[in-house]
């Protein structure tokens, strides 16, 4: 069992739809991260949220929303995805977010975009 | 940024065999980690090593800070411990975050 969960952990989408990604950490982390990865490719860093603030955005499309409710909480709101946009989403968390902390990832949310 | 190269891009083993794979990077580093992304996408953290040694059961790391490289030993090898492992690097004083290696896809046979 991993200590980062997200939900759901498989998503099917229609261009036109609203979904929402959901993660959740309980370490008392205060960063969190949310990374997209195409298959047989490394992660990609989109987000970085550190002391519930927004840090790093990667130049990501605005169809994709980042939000954190709280330390233990990161959303990812997703509207008017591309086919494209079909990736395995994973949340991770650290210490802090300086970027020398050890990441702790989730088993992800695989997105599929019709 | 920093460049992070792995080696090999796949390696197949039978069981019980023993494997090296290694990292290159291109800069000065303050954090070094390895991960194990099994078939179903969860990513494991295996080491936090940016300098020195580690060792946790089978698997050990090594980084050589000052050549620029790291190595993941995996000995006497399991089908479990089959899937992707990739290494990631931040440089030091960098105010980014961990950049990739394009990772090695193992396969362990029965």
């Known amino acids: 069992d991993t200590e980062v969960t997200q939900t759901p952990k498989h998503l099917v989408m229609g261009m036109t739809n609203k979904k929402s990604l959901k993660c959740e950490q309980h370490m008392g982390h205060r960063a969190m991260y949310w990374y997209k990865q195409k298959a047989k490719k490394p992660p990609e860093l989109m987000f970085v949220?550190?002391?519930?603030?927004?840090?790093i955005n990667e130049s990501v499309p605005s169809r994709f929303s980042p939000e954190c409710p709280n330390s233990s909480l990161l959303n990812l709101h997703l509207h008017a995805l591309q086919p494209e946009d079909s990736a395995l989403y994973l949340c991770a968390s650290s210490q802090e977010g300086s970027g020398a902390n050890v990441l702790t990832f989730g088993a992800g949310s695989r997105l599929t975009v019709l | 940024g920093i460049q992070v190269e792995q080696s090999p891009p796949d390696l197949i083993l039978q069981e019980g065999a023993n494997s090296t794979l290694r990292c290159n990077f291109s800069d000065s580093v303050n954090n070094l980690q390895w991960f194990h992304q099994n078939p179903w996408g969860q990513l494991i953290n295996l080491f936090y090593i940016p300098s020195g040694t580690k060792q946790n059961g089978r698997l050990s790391a090594t980084t050589v800070a000052t050549e620029r490289y790291s190595l993941l030993y995996i000995s006497s090898s399991q089908t479990t411990d089959s899937g992707v492992y990739f290494c990631a690097a931040l440089s030091s004083g960098s105010a980014r975050q961990l950049t990739f290696g394009s990772g090695t896809q193992l396969t362990v046979l029965p």
């Open positions: 949220y550190s002391y519930e603030k927004l840090s």
